[in-house]
């Protein structure tokens, strides 16, 4: 693995399924397309028997847990074979149980007094979320001088059209994005579709 999430791939895939069955071909055709870094989010039940899947299942994926939310979560994600922690924000009790775990992990910020008080705990990678929401590429580009030791991966909103610009900043390292997961794709177990995106994807950089 790279020795950082950011440095896999310019986009990880945020992956929420309802039936673990699809995880296998969903992360091959992922990983054919280039991009092996996969978010799969603990939103639905079928989550961690996902992530175990793709673990057992799909050795060139590196995969993680997403939505990590709790001390509980981190646990189950390690037993379930994930390889990296993201969280849509923070607190230091399940900073500390994220940084227990000893994956890598991504908290999620969204403030610049976020951003300041994860440097002070030493940690420098973080998730940028809700991406679009919280000011996109105009607030990270304003970020990157004041506090240039902070790297991101923006989530939430982001598209084909507006990755580029995310991914051209000095302190953004990938994106995180769904739009390689069509939902009627995913229904109709179109995997080669799902491919030809990520391939898409894969280019953007």
Do not use: Q
């Not at 961690?48 to 995969?63: C, E, H, K, N, S």
């Not at 981190?74 to 923070?90: K, N």
């Not at 995913?186 to 280019?203: P, Q």
Request: net charge negative; hydrophobic share 50%.
């Amino acid at each position: 693995m790279a020795s950082s999430v950011l440095d896999l791939a310019p986009v990880v895939p945020v992956v929420v399924l309802d039936d673990a069955s699809d995880a296998v071909p969903l992360a091959r055709a992922l990983v054919a397309g280039g991009l092996p870094a996969i978010e799969v989010t603990l939103r639905t039940p079928a989550a961690l028997d996902a992530i175990r899947a793709i673990a057992d299942g799909v050795p060139d994926a590196v995969v993680g847990a997403g939505t990590v939310l709790s001390p509980a979560h981190v646990a189950d994600s390690v037993a379930a074979g994930a390889r990296f922690l993201v969280s849509p924000g923070w607190t230091d009790t399940l900073l500390e149980a994220m940084r227990g775990s000893g994956l890598p992990f991504l908290p999620g910020v969204s403030t610049t007094s976020e951003v300041v008080a994860l440097l002070e705990r030493g940690v420098t990678e973080m998730k940028f979320f809700p991406a679009e929401a919280a000011g996109g590429v105009p607030y990270l580009k304003s970020l990157s001088a004041p506090l240039p030791r902070a790297r991101f991966c923006p989530t939430g909103g982001i598209s084909p059209a507006s990755a580029p610009a995310y991914l051209a900043l000095p302190n953004v390292g990938c994106v995180g994005g769904t739009w390689m997961l069509p939902a009627d794709a995913l229904r109709d177990g179109d995997w080669g579709r799902v491919e030809a995106l990520a391939r898409e994807a894969a280019a953007l950089r």
